[in-house]
């Protein structure tokens, strides 16, 4: 029998006062893996997020946690805002901040217990903070009070952690260290991910897979290696960034994206003896390796070059040949 969804969204729709955030959205998170919700502000992907987690009630269609469609999503999912605060302006400690998502839990407060504390200190280690619990939030740097969120998330030993915007008020070199840590968890607590941005560098640096969002809708989703293999892709158009094709006279322009070390173009020129020139190309490491797209330039029409082209064809993951 095979494992349900860990996260499965159904046709959902959100409206507010006469106006639809969500239309028609359905989305399926697998266990184990770590996806992005990709969009710019207003996309939508905020009110996503919050409908999984319950706190925005849905118009229409269904979400269903390990395939459960009635679930309290605190009791499962951990979730990470942009900034954590202490709450109501009460001077609270870093282990305290990480102890009061244990509070939220539950759902009424009591004296934490010894439970709760090593629950809190377990969270604080996988953070790298075990040192700084009884230091305060505005002793931290920005990425130490990101890894206190994250703490804070983890002390319930949730199944997915949900990050909204996690890294995006930070510098490059913490927002890196703070993907590797999502990564890290990812990979060591067996932990779903699924990560709210609006950065395409969060998805090529650690996403398994993506959905885009605009306008309410998710335009495109899947994992990531395979909608590069698509030379329509709207993923893979930001990714690799080339500009519009030239016109190149008495020539084949082509768009060939190779995975891994590929040696498929000096291939394909001394199999058919041809000279391929480059005319443009990006490559870029993803989780699942290097992948680039190169545009390359064959002597002659298409159907002088139909030969280089079915070989292209057999050995790229995506060919496009341009009028």
């Not at 805002?81 to 102890?99: K, L, N, S």
């Not at 759902?107 to 934490?112: E, L, M, N, W, Y």
Request: with cysteine; aromatic share 2%; proline share 6%.
């Amino acid at each position: 029998m095979s494992t349900p969804p860990i996260v499965e969204v159904s046709n959902a729709v959100v409206g507010y006062d006469d106006r639809i955030v969500l239309r028609q959205v359905s989305l399926t998170v697998t266990r184990g893996e770590v996806i992005a919700i990709l969009g710019a502000n207003g996309s939508g992907k905020s009110t996503l997020v919050r409908s999984i987690l319950r706190l925005v009630p849905l118009s229409a269609g269904e979400i269903a946690l390990f395939g459960e469609k009635r679930f309290r999503s605190w009791e499962r999912i951990g979730y990470v805002p942009q900034r954590i605060g202490a709450g109501a302006g009460v001077p609270a400690t870093v282990a305290e901040v990480v102890g009061s998502g244990l509070v939220a839990r539950r759902g009424i407060f009591r004296p934490p217990g010894a439970a709760d504390r090593a629950a809190v200190a377990s969270a604080l280690a996988a953070v790298g903070l075990a040192d700084r619990a009884k230091a305060y939030p505005a002793q931290l740097s920005g990425g130490q009070k990101q890894r206190v969120g994250i703490a804070r998330a983890l002390a319930g030993e949730p199944k997915v952690l949900l990050s909204d915007e996690a890294t995006s008020a930070l510098d490059p070199e913490t927002t890196g260290s703070i993907l590797a840590l999502l990564r890290d968890l990812n990979q060591r607590l067996g932990l779903t991910v699924l990560l709210i941005t609006h950065e395409m560098d969060v998805v090529k640096r650690i996403c398994d897979s993506v959905a885009i969002m605009s306008d309410g809708r998710i335009t495109e989703s899947g994992p990531v290696h395979e909608l590069l293999a698509k030379p329509d892709s709207a993923l893979a158009r930001d990714i690799f960034r080339l500009g519009p094709p030239p016109a190149v006279e008495d020539a084949t322009v082509v768009d060939v994206t190779v995975v891994g070390d590929s040696s498929v173009l000096s291939d394909v020129a001394r199999a058919h003896d041809v000279d391929v020139r480059i005319l443009d190309g990006a490559v870029e490491t993803l989780p699942g390796g290097r992948a680039g797209r190169l545009r390359i330039a064959l002597p002659g029409p298409a159907e002088a070059n139909a030969a280089a082209l079915r070989q292209l064809r057999a050995s790229a993951v995506a060919v496009e040949v341009h009028p």
